[in-house]
């Protein structure tokens, strides 16, 4: 049995018709069923719904075999054991520093001030500015990153952008690209080795499909 690690919403949205065209159908729609296992038309292939930060930690401990996981979580994820063979080139964003329009970002970074910065991308935004030489003061969020700007929560914010309407919606810009982000086919390397007569076929299927 291999057991695929997916999160509900985009990935899932994006990553099912992939699946199908490397020949592995869903048995019931998880975005709308409560199941958190779901059977496919491969009887030996299984999907396993879990939240998007929590997929790394399945295939780590090799709960599940192979996952789907955007660039952003992996590079917060401190774990070892993973093995990512495919950029599967789907919900694709960048993760951006924006400000409230009217904040000059520049100026304030030139000046040497201290910027407090919310996001839920601790590690990530930390490198960066690190590697700017700008002193933050961090503040982790869950989730609206967007809103702490407005409130006075935090200078600035780095989040997940994609069409922009979001930031533009609540006054705010993007003034500085961190990195692209696209997700990706993550595999438990022990699994890789243990059962690489079933994974094989299928990676080679979902990279034909990505192509
Ligand atoms: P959780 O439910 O664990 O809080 P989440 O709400 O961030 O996770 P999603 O919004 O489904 O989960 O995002 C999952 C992944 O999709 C992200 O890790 C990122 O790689 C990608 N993503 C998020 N927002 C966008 C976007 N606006 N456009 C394209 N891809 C995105
Ligand atoms: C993500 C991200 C931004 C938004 C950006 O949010 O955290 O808030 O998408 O996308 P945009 O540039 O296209 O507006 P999240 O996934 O939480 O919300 P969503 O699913 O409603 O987009």
Do not use: W
């Amino acid at each position: 049995m291999i057991s695929l690690a997916l999160s509900k919403g985009r990935i899932l949205d994006e990553t099912l018709p992939l699946l199908e065209a490397a020949g592995v159908v869903a048995s019931e729609n998880p975005d709308t069923s409560r199941k958190l296992i779901i059977a496919t038309s491969r009887p030996d292939v299984r999907l396993i719904i879990v939240r998007a930060t929590d997929v790394p930690t399945y295939v780590q401990y090799g709960a599940a075999d192979l996952g789907v996981v955007g660039g952003d979580v992996l590079a917060e994820f401190d774990g070892s054991g993973l093995y990512q063979p495919l950029d599967l080139k789907i919900a694709r964003c960048r993760l951006m520093v924006a400000v409230r329009r009217g904040f000059d970002y520049e100026q304030a970074v030139r000046s040497g001030a201290r910027l407090r910065v919310a996001t839920k991308y601790l590690q990530t935004a930390r490198e960066h500015f690190a590697a700017k030489g700008v002193h933050v003061d961090l503040i982790k969020l869950y989730g609206s990153m967007e809103l702490a700007p407005l409130t006075g929560l935090a200078d600035a914010i780095v989040d997940l952008v994609s069409t922009g309407n979001t930031l533009k919606a609540n006054n705010l810009v993007a003034v500085e690209e961190i990195a692209a982000v696209s997700s990706r086919l993550v595999v438990n390397q022990a699994a890789y080795k243990l059962k690489r007569a079933a994974i094989q076929p299928l990676l080679d299927r979902l990279k034909k499909a990505v192509r």
